[in-house]
């Protein structure tokens, strides 16, 4: 049987979905794991793609496959498979493979799917597959619009962030860092009360990210944790298995740490990384610079006060419901930290209403502190263990 669990909201994380969560963002690994040899799974039921973008299920057949990305799709002629070959984006299923309702690193069965516009889309449970069908406008990502090409806003922009990098302190210093490590809190209201959360994120540089959580409620406490590694990506339950996620959901993982405010400055050097000034605004009650940060991972406004620190950042990504909005995080009391001055508090908006989940108290900031290697590097358990 295919696995198709899903977190609907992060709420439901802390009611007793600790393990559908672990299994959804495994759901492909488990999926090839029932193929002889861990090949991948076939795709759409082992229907036709190109016949099912032009609205018609024909079945395919094991003589004209072709192993593309995480899936094995089936044809019904040469013709077709031809047609898939030369235009792959246009027939694949979208996404990677991830859940079109809820993206980020949410895994889904690849028989459950649903054509919308020419493109094919695939979920991870019947409740996303419904819901993405009913408004697919709202769980689909607006195009990415050009950065500028204007030398002279470009130079402006750099300089901005580099202001930014010496609001925090000394810009060497920064960049000498090799290891930063945030512990925040949060007290989080559901419906079986108050739930205490903690997670520390543990960055070591260049390319490693760790994030550990841990959820106290009811006399329990539940823990998990998040590896991001240039080699691969896993989750950790708390008994220490290591399952790794799906290949797609790495553009998500590295956008939510390389937004954060001290990693962005430490990447603002990287080779790919542009700044564009943007011009001033108003946001909160305060007067900012606003600045466009691109990689080819990430899209933000960073937004800088009178003193040129980070007043906050706006970027459009995902909430908890898979819907895309505009989130906004705005940093106050700032503290030194090792010579540093960073920001104490997050208060994060979506879409212009507050959204607790994604707001915190940082309780300790660690720079530099030695950390052991292993902990980058889990040992991948076998699927269906």
Known sequence: MLLSFVYKTPEALAMKSFFRMMILVLAPAAIAAQTPGGAPPDALDGLDPVMLVQG????????????????????STAETKAAFQREPAKYEIQLGGLCARMGKTTGANPADYLVYKGKIYVFGSDECHKRFAANPEKYLPSARVPLTASRALLTKGQQLIEDAARAVGDPKAIDAVTTYIETFSQVQKRAIGEVNVTTKTTWSFPGRVRQERAM?????TMSSATVLAPDGMWFVTGGGQAYPMPAAGRDSLEQDFGRHPFALLKARKSTGLKAASVGPARIEGADVEQVRVATARFDITVNLDAQRRIHS???NDRNGEGIYGTY???????KTADGLTLPRTVRALFDGQP???SSWTVD???INTPVDPSMFAPKASEPGK
């Not at 079945?59 to 044809?75: D, N, Q, V």
């Not at 906004?328 to 700032?334: C, H, I, K, V, W």
């Open 56 to 75: 018609k299920e024909v079945e395919g057949k094991s003589a004209f496959s072709l192993a593309h990305g995480p899936f094995t799709y089936l044809f």
């Open 355 to 357: 959204d607790p989940i």
């Open 216 to 220: 106290s409620m009811t006399g329990k």
């Open 328 to 334: 906004t995080l705005l940093y106050s009391d700032y």
């Open 313 to 315: 950042i706006r970027f």
């Open 364 to 366: 300790s900031i660690a």
